[in-house]
């Protein structure tokens, strides 16, 4: 799996650290100015097939909670929208703030969510492990898609229910038959995609950004057991919600947002 050893918390060095990695020329996450984005009618549909199977575990990493997918063999995967190669799914997690004004890692002129899903890939046409891909830059993909309050998120409850188990850093529980799909929008073909990077260290500029257009809807009360959640362990005294797990907005340098609608 591609769980990172790296411990991140709001205290990490890495917060108080350059704000941009060093000589990075491709930084995530971004604001997405909707007029500034280029309308490419070569990008094609974006295709996951994903097997619930394969999923795993859910840990808690001091930076965000992974629901972690065995991703020995191609059993889920992502091909087609920006994508030459076929992607295998590794983990999904999530940013989100301690108010439901502020959360998520990208925006949309300017326009904050209250959390944001990443569903993170590796290309396994290139590479063999993970950890080899995520140094490379056409090494992985991850699939943003905003959450806003509204509605509670059927699907979503199987999680919620279980994210107690792992209040504390480096905590893990078995989590198995989730399908990752049913966390997508309905409508999956409208999108945005850039070339980034991992907003956690190591901060390489690994990452094919493939944004939705269309939000999900979870309920205050599901959110409000992601913000339950503590960076630290269960033997540091003072305990500290996880909560605004976001990096800073880089600066664009250049790049350019394509989309795929008009
Ligand atoms: N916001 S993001 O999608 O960029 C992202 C956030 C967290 C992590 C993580 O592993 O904690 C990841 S990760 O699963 O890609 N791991 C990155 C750190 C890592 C590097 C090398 C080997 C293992 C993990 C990605
Ligand atoms: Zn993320």
Request: aromatic share 12%; hydrophobic share 30%.
């Given at each position: 799996?591609?769980?990172?050893?790296?411990?991140?918390?709001?205290?990490?060095?890495?917060?108080?650290?350059?704000?941009?990695?060093?000589?990075?020329?491709?930084?995530?996450?971004?604001?997405?100015?909707?007029?500034?984005?280029?309308?490419?009618?070569?990008?094609?549909?974006?295709?996951?097939?994903?097997?619930?199977?394969?999923?795993?575990?859910?840990?808690?990493?001091?930076?965000?909670?992974?629901?972690?997918?065995?991703?020995?063999?191609?059993?889920?995967?992502?091909?087609?929208?920006?994508?030459?190669?076929?992607?295998?799914?590794?983990?999904?997690?999530?940013?989100?703030?301690?108010?439901?004004?502020?959360?998520?890692e990208h925006t949309v002129d300017r326009r904050l969510f209250p959390a944001e899903l990443h569903m993170v890939h590796w290309n396994s046409d290139k590479y063999s492990r993970f950890e080899e891909a995520v140094m490379e830059e056409n090494g992985l993909a991850v699939i943003g898609v905003f959450l806003k309050i509204g509605k509670r998120h059927e699907g979503l409850q199987k999680l919620v229910d279980v994210l107690p188990a792992v209040r504390h850093k480096d905590s893990v529980v078995e989590f198995t038959r989730f399908d990752p799909a049913c966390l997508l929008p309905s409508n999956i073909d409208d999108y945005w995609t850039y070339a980034g990077s991992l907003t956690t260290p190591p901060l390489t500029e690994a990452v094919t950004w493939i944004i939705m257009k269309q939000h999900i809807e979870v309920s205050h009360d599901q959110l409000a057991v992601f913000r339950s959640l503590l960076f630290t362990s269960a033997e540091e005294e003072v305990q500290k919600s996880m909560v605004n797990n976001f990096r800073v907005q880089q600066s664009l340098q250049g790049r350019t947002v394509r989309s795929s609608f008009t």
């Open positions: 799996a591609c769980s990172s050893k790296y411990v991140l918390s709001a205290l990490h060095p890495m917060w108080q650290g350059p704000l941009v990695a060093p000589g990075g020329n491709r930084q995530s996450p971004i604001d997405i100015r909707v007029r500034k984005s280029v309308f490419d009618p070569h990008l094609k549909p974006l295709t996951p097939d994903y097997d619930p199977r394969t999923c795993s575990q859910i840990w808690n990493n001091g930076y965000s909670f992974l629901v972690e997918y065995d991703d020995t063999t191609d059993k889920s995967t992502l091909k087609g929208g920006p994508l030459e190669d076929n992607f295998r799914l590794c983990q999904f997690h999530f940013h989100w703030g301690e108010s439901n004004a502020w959360g998520s």
